[in-house]
Every structure is written in C-alpha cells, then in structure tokens.
C-alpha cells in the first residue's frame, strides 16, 4: 500500500494552486470596508461623497434578510447599524472596479459618532461607564466547576499560594491574509475563499441575504490556526450583500496591516490561582479564577470559555476545586479561535503555577507534578473516570531521557551566577481534549460523511473539513484507502463545496482525524462490505457517540471531550546575561495522540505547533494601546519566529490506540500548541533565576525584572497554626 | 511608462506607473502568480523572486529598478532541473503545509544551493531567515535543502 503521495501539494510547490488573490474571474470588482474609527458609541450619520459611474455603496440598509452573523448566537452585525462597538468594525462596504479610486473615496467617507467611554480591558468591562455595552453587565457568559468541597480541602493546608498569571493576545498570522469572491453563477450566489468552515460561512450568507440560493467552496487555504474559523464570515456576511444585489464578482482581500489590526486574535487571559498545601506537600485544595477579554461580540468566546473552565487542573488529580470562568464583553477586536482554543492559555499558567510552588516548597518542579498526576483511577476535574489507559509517565520518561532532563537541571542549577551566558532547561506536561467540548458533537454538529465510488472503482470522499495546511485530504485518504485495502491513487477527495458536500461540521477543535476520519473509516467498512464491481454506489454514514460518553452541559459534568491527547515539552535555553537575548538552544515534543497515522504528516504539525507557542511564550506581543487598538501594526511589530530563532524540534510518540478513532488515532493539531510556552518560561526561569507570571518573556521582560524589583509575585500564607494538627 | 526587462528568459515589455511594484507587475501585468503578496513591505519573502540571480522581494521593488535586468520567478525556475530538483526535495521533506511560503522558499533555496552546494544547516538556516513559515516550524524545509543537496549532486 502506498502511504507518500509525492504529488501531494505539487500545485502549492510549484506555485500552480490557485488561492484566492491569483484567480481570475471575468469583470472583478474590487470590495473595500470602510471600518468604524470609534471604539464606542452611536452613528449618528454617515456622510458619503457622490459615487462615479461604476461604484457602489453597500451598508445595513441593503441587508435583505438579517444583519446579525449567527457565529455562535447572532450578535455580530453584518454592517454596523445603529452602534459601533470597536475601531475596525464593518460600516459600509464600497464597490468599483479601480482599487486606487477606491482608496480615495474611503477617505471621502465620514461617520459622525455619538461617542461613549469605552472599555478595553475586562477591569473597564466591569466597571460599566456610561452603561452597559452588552446586557446589563457586560457579561458575555460565566460558568463554575466544584469538585469535592472546596473548604474542607483548604482546613487541610497548612500553605496557601496566591498567585496571578496572565497571556496576552496572539495573531496568527496565516502567510495569506484573509479573503473571499462572490459571484453569481446558476442564480445561485456563491462565494469562494480562504476558510476553514464553508458551513458556518453558508449559514451567515443564508441569514443575511434571507434564502438558500447559496453556494460556497473553500479556495486552498494560506494557513488558519483557528484564525479563518469565525472571520471568513464577517467578510462574506457584506461581500455577499453586495453579489446579491450587483450581480457581478467582487473580491475583498485584506492587506496584512488590516489583517493584523483588525481580524480575530487569541483570547488574552489572567488566572487567579489560590492553592492549599498540606504538611507532607502535596495540593488539598485550588480556587481558582479567571476573566477573558472577548471583545465586542461574543463569537467562540463561550467555546473558548468552555475548554479553558474543564481543563483547568490540565494533567493534575486536585481532590477539592473551584473553578470560575468569566468572559466578558469589551470595545476591542472580539477574540476568537486560535490553535488549542482556550488551553495554551490554560496550560501555560497552570504549569507555571505549578512551578512557581514547587520553588517555593524547596521541591523540584517535575517531581512536584508527578505527584500530582492523574492516573487511571482518578476522576476527572468533571467528574467522570479516565477513559482507556494513560501514559503521562511514559511520555515523562521518554522525554526525561531523550532530553536529558534532569542532569541538565542538576547543572544549570549549579552553574555561577556570574557567567556571561546562563543555561536552563524546562518541562512542562499538557492535555488537549479533542473535539468539541462535552456531547456537542452529538447535540450540536451531527457530522455526517459521504463516500462515491464510480464505475471504474474510483473512490471519491466528501466532507466539509478543508486542508488549510494540516495534511488532512493525505490523511483522510490513507484512512479510507487502507479500510478499503486500495492502493492510494484509487481515492480522491472532493474539493468543500456545499453544492456537494454534506456538512460533516467544521475543520476545528482537533476533531478532524478522531471525529470525521473515524466516521470515514466506519463509512469506508461499510463501502467494503457492499462493494460491487462495476457499480457505482453511494455511502452515507452520521457520526455516533461512543456509548461511554455521558455529558452534562449544563453543570459540566462528565466526560469533557470524547477523547483526550497529551504531551511532554522540554526546552533548553541559553540567556545572554548583557542583552538578555534568549537562545533556544534545543526543544523536545513527546506525544501521545492515540495511534498516529500518518507520522510524516503529524511531524508537520509536532514541528509548526511547538515554534507557534515558542513564539507566544518568547517574542509574539501584541498590545493594545490607549485607543483600544493594537500597537503592533506590520509584520516589522508582530515578530514570529524565523528559521534562526527556533532548533530543530526532537519529535516522539508513545502509541496507545483509541478504539473510537481510524486507525486508534486521536487528535494532535492543537496539542502541539499547548505546552511550549510553558517549558520555555521555566527554562529562562532556571536560566536567570526569576520567575515570570505573564508571557511573552521577552529581553525587555527579563532586564526589567532583573533590574528593577523583582516581581515577587507568588504569595505565600502559612496557615500552619491556625488550621494544623487540630 | 514602457519599461523592458527579461522575465524568465523571455524579453517583455510593460507599460505601466514606473514606481508600481515588480511583485504587482509579475501577478497583475503579466499573469504570473506564483510570487504570493503575504505583506507587502519586505517582511515575509512570500514574493521572493531572483533579480539578476539575487534574492530579492518584489513588493520593494519599483518596476523601473527592473529596467534592462533579469527577472525569473518560479514559474521560470520550475521549468528548469535545478528548480525542479528543489521542489521535489521540497515535497519530499514535507516541508509544505498550506503552501503559500512555498514559491518563496523554493526560490531561497535555490540561491542557497547555488552558492553553497553542500550547506551546513546554519547556513540553510540564514539563507531561509528572509522567508517566514507560519506552519511547517521550518525543519522540513530545512531538510529539503539537504535533499536537494544530495539528490542533485553534480547540478549544483
Ligand atoms: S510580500 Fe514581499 S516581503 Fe512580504
Ligand atoms: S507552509 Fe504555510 S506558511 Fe509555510
């Protein structure tokens, strides 16, 4: 059986893929936004130059069904209305054929505001000046968790560690930006793009134009990370108001700057912790707190929210805790999906914390953890029992090992305070629940998969899940040629068009290869089964739940996701104790994604996941600043990582088969995300001898902590005689 | 303004704004696409194209700097042994995910392998640090110049 295609991705090597700027459509118009230049307030009127011959105007007064994007819940206006919630929001859409008169006439354009004092931050958020922006409270959504009895736990302690730890916000910066042509074709208005979800995209232009005489098809994808989930929509909501009435293409794609300032961005976030140790140094007790700034409109945010609150404790067996999640509505770009969703956030403080108490117990921070582990017989921070064994110490051991872990520690420990250069070495360990959170795949997507196979035995797979980079059409063919014991030439995938395919729910949250490859392989079984020579047949095949798996949306209890993937990081850093550069001198990634399927593939992803969260732990800041808009404005402010800043990642796999997933596999996109950060942190924590409760740990991070007071930022309380030995 | 340079081997003749771009001219004037616009201000490589066989970005270039001189982007360099020879290390090494550095990374690649035929990785790395990839962490691409290194012995 052939297991490399060599022609996979020919097209995008040779420079022959079509993406949505290189394609050619007969009489393109160019579409521009013109975007709210106020963070808060109400339109009071919108002043517009005369328009020459050929140009158009498009704003919510042509929206002919509704103006509300149903993302998640329909609050994100297709065009600003009545308020305007954020700088870069919607307002108009301008229409011609020469982007430069284009330029010109945006600037002609003016927009007078009844302006109110906007919140940027969540402390503004609450804080409710000039009222409410959304509800009564700003309130976008909150939930809590409580497992065992929270104060029983604390009676235990004989420590109390406070301590906050924040993430900012990061852009994904995909290499392609953002970008959609509508057109007519067949009467039908069809708008072809760069995204992730043709589904969610159909569903917007649906209920904005108010009827299904739709079409859409996903163009190859510049890379998503989450990042072309929910803004594809915001740019085709407008673009296909306009199609609709003009009748002609019309192509908006954004420029990086606009992509930059303007599209969604990961959700910064600020965790309070308050832990309870007790006399032999083990963790009795965690309450624990945290806010998200959502931004305008409410998007994934509640998703986001979701995954953050059930995998607070990530990898750890904490006996009593209370968890509460708030997201909260703010006058900034809405944050929305980026690459693990909530849980590199979650991951990065939570092992941080975990560091920062073992250091202050005296202990080492590995050990601290491995005490602390889950094992098979504990019950999940949800409530429910471990699902299939778990081989957290196994990936431990072979990452300890591989990396040499903790005879490095030993003397990076023992190095002089004094050298030019300082070495560290960190390890965090991490979870990623795969699918969507808690039963939704079963309640909410009812992912369903079709397979075609012709005359001449040619296999044709139709889903909805698009490649945006991630290997997924390699991956989905070899699960169903291998079912079929066909050579790989004798499958094909279909290009995501929803005249064709059904929805089998979008291509996030890891749950491509688990959900949809599985219902595939069950799809392919069934194929084989009734295969007749010569005959072209049809196989339609809906997701099912394991019967296992029991959720409770509404107080969270159960199994949180239907399957869960995990990880080891270790990272090596040396620091320039002048400039306090940072070298990443060599980083491990340990795995357990059930069985992999095709390892190449997840390479890929092993390698991209872990220089993306390297990048969020070392370099990528993006700030807002006085006016609620982003500091960084280019690629020259946003630094990602080059092919100098990263090592070589050393890649490894403990195999342990899911029985619900093709071939064993669980999911492993987003997994490779979430544990970097954290292993690098700790690394210059050990290298400089401070801790750090915020990423990115820039040089201008550490001089600051190293030169100004240090920012003890852990409290400790001992409670030793209040509550002890009584 | 006529302006008349060579392209890929071919003399061609545009008349158009002498400050508009090369990398506008390449996908406007002259239908090329390969050379992907990823910013537009010299950041990214993402419309990497050779210039008299050095590397350059083409959203910097003024298409009058272009007068008299040699253009080949990839649709030119494909069609060569070399070029071909890169791209199928390329694929071979997995080194691309969404594809959209790809073009830019080919061509860096290329001018890698022409100066040093036996690169270290230290050198493929700073001849790759001109071109960003958002998905692949860069090893693979990395690992394709060594296999264009080896696979091609003797063409470079
Ligand atoms: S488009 Fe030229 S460097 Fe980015
Ligand atoms: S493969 Fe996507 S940017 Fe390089």
């Not at chain 1, 994808?221 to 199609?243: M, Q, S």
């Not at chain 1, 291998?482 to 064709?500: G, H, K, M, N």
């Not at chain 1, 500091?631 to 070589?648: E, F, I, N």
């Not at chain 1, 064993?664 to 954290?678: D, F, M, R, V, Y």
């Amino acid at each position: 059986m052939d297991t490399v295609d060599a022609r996979f991705k020919w097209l995008e090597a040779n420079g022959e893929a079509q993406y949505i700027a290189d394609r050619h459509y007969d009489g393109l118009l160019e579409g521009r936004f013109y975007r709210s230049t106020c963070s808060r307030g109400y339109i009071k009127a919108v002043n517009v130059p005369e328009l020459p011959d050929g140009y158009y105007l498009f704003s919510a007064k042509d929206v002919p069904g509704t103006n509300r994007l149903p993302i998640v819940v329909p609050d994100w206006p297709a065009f600003a209305d009545t308020e305007v919630r954020y700088i870069g929001q919607v307002i108009l859409l301008l229409v011609g054929p020469d982007p430069l008169v284009l330029e010109q006439l945006l600037t002609q354009v003016s927009v007078e505001y009844e302006p109110l004092t906007p919140a940027y931050t969540v402390a503004q958020s609450k804080a409710l000046v000039d009222g409410a922006i959304h509800n009564q409270d700003n309130l976008f959504d909150a939930h809590q968790i409580d497992k065992g009895d929270i104060e029983a736990g604390f009676a235990q302690a004989v420590t109390i560690f406070e301590e906050t730890v924040t993430t900012g916000y990061q852009e994904h910066l995909y290499l392609e930006t953002q970008g959609c042509v509508g057109y007519v074709a067949d009467s039908k208005v069809v708008i072809e793009g760069s995204m992730q979800c043709p589904w969610y995209v159909y569903h917007c232009m649906s209920t904005v134009l108010g009827h299904q005489h739709i079409r859409v098809i996903q163009a190859p994808t510049g890379g998503g990370f989450g990042g072309k989930e929910d803004y594809p929509n915001i740019i085709a909501g407008p673009l296909a108001v306009a199609v609709n009435q003009l009748r002609q293409p019309i192509r908006v794609v954004l420029e990086r700057r606009e992509d930059i300032a303007f599209t969604s961005k990961r959700h910064p976030v600020e965790f309070h912790y308050r832990t309870g140790v007790d006399k032999h140094g083990q963790i009795v007790a965690m309450d624990i707190k945290f806010d998200l700034n959502s931004g305008a409109y409410f998007s994934l945010s509640g998703i986001v929210l979701q995954r953050a609150i059930t995998t607070a404790t990530n990898v750890y067996d904490i006996a009593n805790v209370r968890i509460q999640g708030q997201a909260w509505c703010t006058n900034t770009v809405p944050t929305g999906a980026f690459r693990g969703f909530g849980s590199p956030q979650t991951c990065f403080c939570i092992e941080s914390h975990m560091n920062h108490i073992a250091q202050q117990l005296g202990q080492a921070p590995l050990a601290f953890k491995q005490a602390h582990l889950l094992t098979n017989q504990s019950t999940t921070l949800t409530g429910a029992s471990i699902f299939g064994e778990l081989v957290i110490t196994d990936l431990i051991e072979q990452s300890v090992s591989a990396s040499q872990y903790l005879a490095k520690r030993a003397a990076y420990a023992a190095q002089s305070s004094q050298g030019a250069y300082r070495k560290g070495i960190g390890i965090s360990i991490f979870q990623h629940g795969c699918g969507f959170a808690g039963d939704l795949e079963d309640t909410l997507v009812k992912a369903k998969v079709r397979l075609i196979k012709d005359q001449n035995e040619q296999v044709t797979i139709l889903v909805s899940n698009t490649d945006i980079g991630q290997g997924l059409v390699l991956t989905f063919r070899q699960i169903v040629a291998d079912t079929l014991a066909l050579p790989l030439s004798q499958v094909d995938i279909s290009v995501v068009d929803t005249d064709s395919v059904p929805d089998s729910g979008p291509t996030v949250a890891s749950r491509s290869i688990v959900i949809v490859g599985y219902i595939l392989e069950q799809a392919a079984l069934a194929l084989k089964q009734q295969w007749q020579v010569g005959e072209y047949q049809e196989i339609e095949q809906d997701y099912q739940k394991p019967s296992y798996h029991q959720w409770d949306q509404i107080n969270y209890q159960g199994n949180a996701y239907q399957s869960t993937s995990y990880g080891v990081n270790v990272v090596e850093v040396e620091v320039d104790m002048a400039s306090y550069e940072v070298k990443i001198n060599d980083a491990w990634g340990c795995y357990d994604i059930g069985h992999v399927i095709n390892e190449q593939i997840f390479n890929g992803q092993i390698d991209g996941g872990m220089v993306q969260a390297l990048g969020y732990g070392a370099m990528e800041k993006l700030e807002l600043n006085g006016e609620g808009v982003f500091a960084q404005k280019s690629m020259a402010d946003y630094m990602v990582p080059t092919s100098l800043d990263v090592p070589r990642i050393q890649r490894s796999l403990v195999d342990n088969p899911y029985p619900y997933g093709p071939q064993g596999a669980k999911g492993g996109g987003e997994l490779t995300h979430n544990g970097a950060a954290s292993a690098f942190v700790a690394a210059v924590e050990q290298a400089v001898g401070q801790a750090f409760n915020r990423i990115p740990v820039t040089p201008e991070v550490i001089a600051q902590t190293l030169t100004n007071e240090p920012q003890a930022n852990i409290k400790r309380i001992d409670v030793a005689e209040v509550t002890n030995e009584n | 303004m006529k302006i008349e340079f060579t392209l890929n081997q071919q003399p061609i003749a545009v008349d158009v704004d002498p400050m508009q771009t090369l990398l506008m001219t390449l996908r406007q004037d002259c239908g090329l696409t390969a050379s992907k616009e990823g910013c537009n201000e010299g950041e990214c490589g993402a419309c990497s194209v050779l210039v008299n066989g050095q590397l350059v970005n083409a959203c910097l270039l003024p298409i009058a700097q272009v007068s008299g001189n040699h253009v080949q982007t990839l649709e030119g360099l494909r069609q060569t042994e070399k070029g071909q020879c890169v791209i199928n290390a390329l694929l071979e090494a997995k080194g691309v995910q969404c594809g959209f550095c790809s073009p830019g990374m080919v061509l860096a690649l290329y001018v890698l392998l022409e100066q040093h035929p036996q690169p270290t990785e230290q050198q493929v790395r700073t001849a790759l640090s001109g071109n960003l990839c958002r998905c692949t962490g860069y090893s693979m691409i990395v690992d394709a110049a060594f296999i264009a290194a080896t696979k091609g012995a003797g063409l470079w």
